[in-house]
Each structure stands twice: as C-alpha cells, then as structure tokens.
C-alpha cells in the first residue's frame, strides 16, 4: 500500500509539473525592471510598453516621497520635543493619526475631525491596528507607506513598486475584471516571495474600495484607460493626510478642446484649441482634483506635473485643513484666447485684501480683457477655469532629477525620463501657459527668428524666459503680450514681410508702432543650463507604433495597425489561419457575393 501511495504521489507531482510547464508555454515572460509577468498571446489583459516611462518616473516619485515624509515625521517630533507641555496635553488619537501619515506642519482644523471620523469608521475600514499603535512606541514611529493601486491590470506596476523601492510598505493592487485578478496573482507568485509578502491583489470595484478604506492609503495610483474623473472622489477619501495622489489621464482628444462639452461634463473645465493645449491639459485635472478635494475640506499640492506620450501624469501632496483649502480661488483662472491671433490672458477668481492682521476673500476683478482684442481687434474664446499656480515642486524636481541619475541602471526608461526631469527643472514654475515661436511667426507671416535670438530680445527688455518640457518649441515668459508683440514688430522691420490685406490680423499688429525698442544682442542667459552643455531634452520614440493601445478584452483587426503595427496584425493572422478556415470561409462568400452583384 505506502509504494502505491508513493507511486500515485511521483504521478500527481509529475502531472502538476507537466501541467504547469505547458501553462507556461501559452505565456510570454515580460521582464520590465525587477519584476517579471506572464502575459497570454490574446488580448486578455491590459499591458503597454510604453507605459514604462509612466512608471518608471512614479517609482521616482515614490523613492522621494519615503524620503520626503521621513524627513517631515523627523522635524514634526523634534518640534514636538520642544513643546512638551503641548504634546503630553494632546488627544492619543490625534498624535497617532499625525505620526501615520507625516501631517504637513500647519494648524488645521481638519486635523481633529480626521480623527474623529478615523474612529467612527473602526469597523469597517482597518484603522484599528494604528490606534492600538499610537500608544508607547508607536507614537514616535513611522510606518511604512501603503500603496493602493485602484486599476491593477496584470499587476505589473504594484510588483515594480514592491521590489523596487526601499521602505515602502503593503502594496494593494485591485481591479473588477476576474481574468486581470488572476494574472496579477498568478504574476505575484511568479516574482518570489517578496512580491508575495508585500503586494496583495483584490477583485473589487476601485471606487467602492476606496470609499471603504478611508484615510487608510499613504499613496493612491489612479491609471486608468481613458479619464480618471469617475474616481476622484473615491481616491481623496481614501489618502492618509500627507499622503500622494498619482494621477494619470489618457483621454487627450477630450482635454486638448476636441470634444469641450464632453471636458466640461467630465472635468468642470472647457478647454481651448491652442499650442499650450496639453499643458492646459495637466491643469484642469489639478482643478478638477482640487475641486473633488475641496468638497472633504482638503486641498493639493502639486509636487510633478508631467505630459509624456500619449497622457498627462499628476503627482500631488493631499492635506485637511479648512482654512487653507480657502485658498482655492487664488490658484484658479479663467482663460481669454483671442480668436485672431496668439495672444492670451488669465482672469483669475479670487483674490484676497490684508487689514491689520484678518485676510478677506473677495472675487477676482474683471475683465481682464475688452470685448476686442487690444493686438489685432478680433474676438476673444473663453476657456477654463485652469490651475494657475505653480505645477511643480523645484525641490522635489532636483530631488528626484538627483535620485534618478544616481540610480540610472535601475530605471529602464532612463533617458527619457532624465530629459523630462531635466526641462522641467528648467521651466519657469510661476508662469502659467506658454507661447509658441512658429505661431507668432505665422500669425504675421515673417521668418522666424532663432529661439536664442528672442530669448535675448525677451532678457534685453527686462522679462524672464524659458523653455517648457509640453513642446520643444514652446517658450514661457512673464513678458506682456504688447512686449512680445513689440519684439516681433521690431524683427520684422529689419526682416520684412510680404504686404497682407488689411483685416488680417498680422496687418493690424505691423501697422502699429512699437513702443518697446527691443535689443536683439545676445545675452548670456539666452541658453538654459542644459542647452548650453548640450544635454538631450526631447527625444525620438524608441520604437515605432510607440503610444496607446487596445482595451483588454477586444478582437484585434486589421483596422489597429495604426496602433500595433503590420507586425503584431501578421502573428495575430497567423494565428487565426492555424485555428481554422474560418478567414478563407469569409474571403469566399465575400467573393461570391461580389461576383453575383
């Protein structure tokens, strides 16, 4: 009897391993990082290669948030050290909640209500562990961060997340598609133990999830196909105050004004037709996450705002405090875009008035523009309302440019992502929008000058000037629009231009004297840092057919070359002409009916 048991054991190990050896044979190893997946030959689950710079600048921006937040949990003792009569006086639930998320160092009136609501939520949320915690040893120490991933796909981004970064805690991955559960499960036992021990995978809706898991998430990544509008009221529930909210949107054509009604309904936002169309882009999502925080008494911090690809991608701080979130107004505008030519001007919503020391809010004044456009005299379109204050953080971008370089052979996409670090550390972070050369150019119907030339002309008259990482040919400047009008008049006097009728809106700009005498020699400040070492800022595509591809589950046909390219579309052919006849059957009846007709 034991031999038979034994002989049945070697038969069931041998069939197991049969099996799993020809599981593997319908699967191709993807190896992006550290981790691996196995992904199946049909479109069964949502992976894109092109992805990996998205990814790869996250894993950045995560390695220095751990940082950042150890840095913040470190100064906030040490000032409590110093009070010790205030800290001995303090609620434990308050000091414990402060403590797990590495609180922002403000007084808030938001800071008391989280906890209260933090404890009435105890049993249906997992914030009983941390209040048992913030008791003797806990109080004083720093958790690791927890990270939710509310669209995990085949789970490609949670593994990286949890193999490749340092100090980082449990890393939730959840997804509603059954097939995309099972590959992320079945790719987390691929990647070893310690993807096992840190990242659990759940099939659950993302938004339901999050709404019951409040304030429990240190860093929320929302990656989602298309807009992420649907869950950003979830997701702002769900961050720990001082916590990260990763944001991508891939719905361009609706963010760039192809479709402004459909932008307003999903985003509270109408976008305008322009060269700065993608960096108006990245803020109305910050308006509109601002707007869904807003509604919790929270507001954001941008730390990174990126446009890559195909998509813009937020990275922004998420703190509670009533008073401050009164601020709003002050960081929204609307947009005045003359329909004739490239001029623009910002209204912003609000403003605030000092007596003594009390602080009113009041709206903005306005408008900021006549119904004609001073320049050419044509009408006006309005867009908005935009985040105008500040996109980026400069010191987490040296941070992160930093922390990137000094880690090179660890980020697959290096290159790429250095470039985009590299210009946006360069980029005027108070100016909002930007112009472009070529159009001014075109709006008047003259050579263009060089951009170094401009560059100098926009120094010599006292402004700023830099460049912007949406658009190689892009240039931000805190000039006035009759200033940069003035420049190009006095290129155009010593280059000049063809006469044009005189309605056109370059005819009405030249036939006005400038007032500004511009000084085109060259200053010293004409090159950035990186222009002048000659460091590589926009590069080509790696690869052809290099953006989005097809959601999950859909039949790949002829019509998806464009994305795929003629190389996938011959495999997936082939494929179908192993199977069956199926293709020859259609190509037969096709012919017959033609030759009927």
Same mark, same amino acid.
């Given at each position: 009897?034991?031999?038979d048991?034994k ?6 190990k041998?069939?197991?391993n049969t099996t799993?050896?020809?599981?593997l ?17 049909k479109?069964?689950v949502?992976?894109?290669k092109t ?10 921006v ?5 940082s950042?937040r150890?840095e913040e949990?470190?100064?906030m003792l ?12 303090e609620?434990?639930?308050?000091s414990?909640?402060?403590v ?9 009136n938001?800071?008391?209500?989280v906890s209260e ?6 049993p249906?949320?997992?914030s ?7 008791e ?6 720093l ?11 085949s ?10 970064i ?16 099972e ?9 070893g133990?310690?993807a096992?021990?840190k990242?659990?995978?759940q099939?659950?809706d ?9 304030k429990e998430?240190?860093?929320v990544?929302?990656?989602p196909?298309?807009s992420?509008?649907v869950f ?6 769900s961050?720990a105050d001082?916590?990260?909210?990763m ?8 963010l760039?004004g192809?479709?402004?009604e ?11 037709r322009?060269?700065? !169309?993608?960096?108006?882009?990245l803020?109305?999502?910050?308006a ?15 730390v990174?705002s990126?446009?890559?690809d195909?998509?813009?991608r937020v ?8 008073s401050?979130?009164?601020n709003?107004?002050l960081?929204?505008s609307y947009?005045y875009q !003359? ?10 919503i609000?403003?605030?008035?000092s007596?003594?020391?009390s602080?009113r809010y009041?709206p903005?004044f306005?408008?900021v ?5 001073n320049? !050419?005299?044509?009408?006006y ?12 953080d400069?010191e987490?971008?040296t941070s992160?440019?930093a922390d990137?370089?000094s880690?090179?052979?660890?980020y ?6 250095s470039a ?15 112009l ?5 150019c075109a709006?008047?119907? !003259?050579t263009?000058p060089?951009?170094v030339i401009f ?17 190689p040919?892009?240039?931000k400047s805190?000039a006035p629009m009759d ?10 006097k010593s ?19 400038p007032v ?8 010293v400040?004409?090159?950035s840092?990186?222009?002048?070492k000659?460091v ?21 046909t ?7 390219g003629?190389r996938?579309?011959?495999g997936?052919?082939?494929n179908?002409?192993e199977e069956?006849?199926?293709p020859q059957?259609k190509?037969?009846k ?5 030759s009927?007709?």
């Open positions: 009897m034991g031999g048991e002989t049945g054991r070697e038969e069931e041998h069939t197991n799993m050896a020809s599981d044979n319908d699967f191709t190893i993807i190896k992006e990082g550290e981790a691996e997946i196995l992904m199946h030959a479109n069964e949502f992976y894109n992805q990996v710079n998205n990814r790869d600048i996250s894993i950045a995560l390695r220095t948030f751990i950042k150890k949990h470190g100064a040490s000032k409590r050290t110093k009070k010790p009569a205030n800290v001995s006086g609620p434990t639930s308050e414990g909640a402060l797990e998320s590495a609180v922002h160092d403000e007084k808030s938001g800071d008391c209500e609501e933090i404890s009435q939520d105890e249906c949320s997992m009983e562990k941390p209040a048992k915690n913030s003797g040893k806990g109080r004083r120490e958790k690791p961060p927890r990270v939710l991933e509310a669209l995990s796909a789970g490609l981004r949670a593994l990286r997340y949890a193999r490749e340092d100090g980082i805690g449990q890393v939730v991955a959840v997804d509603n598609d059954k097939a995309s559960v590959a992320c499960r079945r790719n987390i036992k691929f990647n133990s310690v096992s021990s990242v659990d995978s099939l659950a993302a938004r339901v999830y999050m709404l019951t898991h409040p998430f240190d860093v990544d929302l990656d196909y298309g992420p509008s950003l009221d979830s997701a702002l529930q961050i001082g916590g990260m909210l944001c991508t949107a891939t719905d361009m054509a609706v760039c192809g479709n402004g459909v932008c307003y309904s999903k985003y509270g936002s109408y976008p305008l322009a060269k700065y !169309c993608h960096e108006m882009a803020r109305i999502l910050l509109c996450i601002e707007s869904h925080a807003n509604r919790y008494k929270r507001y954001i911090v941008p990174l990126v446009q890559m195909f998509y813009v990275f922004v701080r998420v703190y509670s405090s009533a401050a979130m009164k709003t107004p960081k929204l947009i !003359c329909t004739g030519c490239d001029s623009f001007h910002l209204q912003p609000g403003r605030t008035v007596k003594n020391n602080v009041l903005g306005g408008p523009v006549p119904q004609e456009c320049d !050419c005299g044509k009408k379109n309005m867009g908005g309302p935009i985040w105008s204050a500040p996109i980026h400069q987490w971008v992160l440019l990137v370089q880690m090179a052979d660890r697959p996409a290096y290159d790429r992502i985009v670090l590299t210009t946006i550390s360069e980029e005027l972070p108070d100016v909002p929008l930007f472009s050369l070529h159009n001014l709006t008047l119907k !003259c263009s060089s951009a560059r100098s002309a926009v120094i010599n008259a006292g402004y700023r000037i830099s460049g912007t990482h949406v658009n040919l892009g240039l805190d200033v940069i009008w003035d420049i190009m008049r006095c290129w155009v280059h000049p231009v063809k006469a044009q009728p005189p309605d056109q809106a370059g005819s009405v700009i030249l036939a006005k004297e500004l005498q511009a000084n085109f020699a060259r200053a400040a004409s090159l840092k990186a222009q002048a000659k590589a800022r926009f590069l080509p595509n790696p690869e052809s057919h290099w953006g989005p591809k097809l959601r999950a589950g859909r039949t790949i002829s019509k998806h070359v464009s994305l795929l003629p996938a579309l011959n997936i052919e082939s179908e002409n069956g006849e199926e059957a190509r037969k096709t012919e017959d009916s033609t009927i007709s």
